[in-house]
C-alpha cells in the first residue's frame, strides 16, 4: 500500500475554535485541539461528529483571519481515532502561518 501524503504531518497541541454544521445539521461551536499539522491542513480532535465534505472554520487565538477547512476524513466511533477529524484548507492560496503556530507549541 502506498502513502498518499505528500509531506509529513507535524505533531502540535494547539487550542482552536471550530465552527460549523456537525453530521446532523446542527450548527456548532467547539472548542478543539489541532493534533498535528502540514501544509495542506490539519487533524483536529472535536466533540462533533462532523461529515466528510463538510467545510468548518478553525479560528486560532491571536490571528483575525479565520481558516475554511473541508473535512475529508473522520475517524470511526468507537475507534482509537474516534473523534479526529482530517481537514484540508477549502482554498488551495490558505496556508498556517508557521511562524505564529511555532510559538504555540
Same mark, same amino acid.
Given at each position: 500500500?502506498?502513502?498518499?501524503r505528500?509531506?509529513? @504531518?507535524?505533531?502540535?497541541? *494547539?487550542?482552536?475554535?471550530? @465552527?460549523?454544521?456537525?453530521?446532523?445539521?446542527r450548527?456548532?461551536?467547539?472548542?478543539?485541539?489541532?493534533?498535528? *499539522?502540514?501544509?495542506?491542513? +490539519? @487533524?483536529?480532535?472535536? @466533540?462533533?461528529h462532523?461529515?466528510?465534505?463538510? !467545510?468548518?472554520?478553525? !479560528?486560532? +487565538?491571536? !490571528?483575525?483571519?479565520?481558516?475554511?477547512?473541508?473535512?475529508?476524513?473522520?475517524? !470511526? +466511533?468507537?475507534?482509537?481515532?474516534?473523534?479526529?477529524?482530517?481537514?484540508?484548507?477549502?482554498?488551495?492560496?490558505?496556508? /498556517?502561518?508557521?511562524?505564529?503556530?511555532? +510559538?504555540? /507549541?
Amino acid at each position: 500500500m502506498s502513502e498518499r501524503r505528500q509531506q509529513g @504531518r507535524l505533531p502540535v497541541q *494547539i487550542p482552536v475554535v471550530l @465552527r460549523g454544521t456537525d453530521s446532523v445539521g446542527r450548527v456548532f461551536f467547539d472548542r478543539g485541539q489541532i493534533v498535528s *499539522i502540514d501544509d495542506r491542513g +490539519a @487533524r483536529v480532535h472535536t @466533540r462533533f461528529h462532523l461529515k466528510q465534505g463538510s !467545510e468548518i472554520t478553525v !479560528e486560532l +487565538a491571536g !490571528e483575525e483571519n479565520h481558516k475554511l477547512l473541508r473535512v475529508v476524513w473522520s475517524g !470511526e +466511533a468507537g475507534s482509537f481515532y474516534d473523534g479526529v477529524v482530517g481537514l484540508e484548507f477549502a482554498d488551495s492560496d490558505y496556508s /498556517w502561518n508557521m511562524e505564529n503556530l511555532r +510559538a504555540r /507549541w
